[in-house]
C-alpha cells in the first residue's frame, strides 16, 4: 500500500508552479527540490539568491506543517510559486489550520532560547514583503530578484 502521507500534487503553468502536499516534515525537502529546479530554469542567474529563496520557502512551509496543520498528515499544504517579468519572485502558502495572531506575534520578543519564533523575523529579513491572510492561515511572501 502506497504511503498516503507522501502524496504529492504538482502543476506547473506558465510562470506559475503549485505544489499540494500532505502535511509531513518528510516533504519539504521534495517540495523545495521541486520548487529550486522550477526557479533554475525559468530564472537561469537567480543561482545567487536560492539561500535566501530557500529560506524564505522552508521556513513557511515548515510552519504550515508543524504549526498551522499541527503535523496532522490528513490536512494539506497548498504552495504556489510565481515568477513575474523575472525580477519578483511570489510564494503563497496556505494550510488549513485554524490560523493565528500574526499582527501579535509580529510585534513579540522572542527569546532568545526558544526554538520556535524566528519565523517573522526571517520573513521581515529575507523578504520583500510579506503578509498574512486575516485569518493567519495563509502567508504571502515577495521577493525581488536581481541578475
Not at 503549485?18 to 526557479?39: H, K, N, P, W
Not at 494550510?95 to 532560547?113: I, R
Request: contains cysteine; aromatic residues 8%; proline residues 2%.
Amino acid at each position: 500500500m502506497a504511503d498516503q502521507s507522501r502524496k504529492m500534487k504538482v502543476v506547473e503553468k506558465r510562470n506559475t508552479l503549485f505544489i499540494g502536499f500532505s502535511s509531513c516534515m518528510e516533504s519539504i525537502d521534495e517540495v523545495c527540490r521541486i520548487a529550486e529546479t522550477y526557479l533554475k530554469t525559468n530564472i537561469p542567474e537567480i543561482s545567487s539568491q536560492m539561500f535566501a529563496l530557500n529560506l524564505l520557502m522552508r521556513e513557511g512551509l515548515t510552519n504550515a506543517v508543524r504549526h498551522g496543520n499541527r503535523n496532522d498528515s490528513g490536512k494539506d499544504v497548498g504552495f504556489l510559486l510565481k515568477v513575474t517579468d523575472k525580477a519578483l519572485v511570489h510564494m503563497e502558502i496556505e494550510d488549513q489550520g485554524k490560523g493565528f495572531d500574526w499582527g501579535k506575534q509580529e510585534t513579540s520578543q522572542m527569546e532568545e532560547a526558544e526554538d520556535h519564533g524566528r519565523g517573522i523575523p526571517i520573513m521581515q529579513s529575507y523578504a520583500t514583503w510579506y503578509g498574512y491572510n486575516k485569518k493567519g492561515n495563509i502567508l504571502y511572501i515577495q521577493k525581488e530578484v536581481t541578475p
